[in-house]
């Protein structure tokens, strides 16, 4: 894929606070983006420096190889989807999506046509002739794309667009956003605090911290290879295990050596692995670490096991598929053996 926006060294200050600061990345053509990350981190603000809202204090916008960063936000062929779905509330579905196109001159047939069009490309043409309080939040959620798709984009900018709606609703608009990006080939860049939301949308992500980029990668990388403790507690569980490293075995205080991949610089640093990468059994067989069950949780698909161990001041997490010979067997107090595969841990410096 060619590079579609180009964001460079981009910074945005209001007064004595740096929002954004000294930003790079760049989006693909026909890529779903995601920028993660805490609330007041920055996010909002660089997409609204994007959407052309917010002029950069430093740096440049551009996109399709062009330089838009002093054009005006009504000129820049980007559509920006706010959180709040902002329809008129005395228009119709249609009325609502076809604003736009009317503003820009487009009339009759042309007009109905692109409606329509953008309308059941969301799965909204028999509700065009109501209005948004006739609609429940999906709904308004999907005239909403509608009316940013409709005049064709060169990049959909989304502020937390699914933050409005509960989470069945949420999960079922996430595979219906990632259908409608790879239908349309159109380039999505979604603001989210989320994890989830960014882990299934994105083909890549960028997680922001107090206005910088701390990791940019693909889901998958940003899951399984995070290069910080912020990065690794941010996105899903991890049980995090102080020690040492030296000669490149991971050392715990008052438990010993524990499985972790080679390679690691001697020093102080923290064990991370995730719950779904920790072993539990109910004898000992070789396993790295003894403890006992403090409390077990039943999620469905899955249980969750708190494991108080020995000379760790918090409980190691493990997560148990509900069809492990343990998973309905874990009661509290019951002495279990933990381990995981070396290469599955991740040994982070800071």
Known sequence: MSVLLQIENVTKRFGPITAVDHI????????????????????????????????????????????????????????????SYALFPHMTAFGNVAYGLEMEGVQGAELKKRVDQALAMVRMSEFAARKPNQLSGGQRQRVALARALVKRPKVLLLDE???????????????ELKRLQQDTGIAFVVVTHDQEEALTLADRIALLDRGRIVQQATP???????????????????????????????????????????????????LAIRPERVQVRDAADGAAI?????????????????????????????????????????????????????????????
């Open 24 to 83: 790079s990345l760049e989006v693909k053509d026909g890529e779903f983006f995601a920028i993660l990350g805490p609330s007041g981190c920055g996010k909002t603000t660089l997409l609204r420096v994007i959407a052309g809202f917010e002029p950069p204090d430093e740096g440049r916008v551009r996109l399709a190889g062009g330089d838009i960063t002093e054009l005006k936000a009504n000129r820049r062929p980007v559509n920006l989807m706010f959180q």
């Open 220 to 270: 998958r990388e940003l899951y399984d290879k995070p290069v910080n403790r912020f990065a690794a507690d941010f996105i899903g569980l991890m049980n995090f295990i102080e020690g040492t490293v030296a000669r490149s075995t991971f050392q715990a205080p008052g438990i010993g050596r524990l499985p972790a991949p080679n390679g690691i610089a001697d020093g102080p640093a923290a």
């Open 290 to 350: 003894q403890g006992q069950v403090e409390g077990a949780a039943f999620l469905g698909q899955d249980v969750i096991a708190h494991v108080a161990v020995a000379n760790l001041p918090r409980p190691i997490v493990a997560r148990l598929a509900a069809g492990h010979p343990l998973s309905e067997k874990l009661t509290r107090g019951q002495q279990v053996w933990l381990n995981w595969q070396a290469d599955q841990a991740v040994i982070l410096k800071d």
């Open 161 to 175: 667009p699914l933050g409005a709606l509960d989470r069945k609703l949420r999960e079922q608009m996430q595979i």
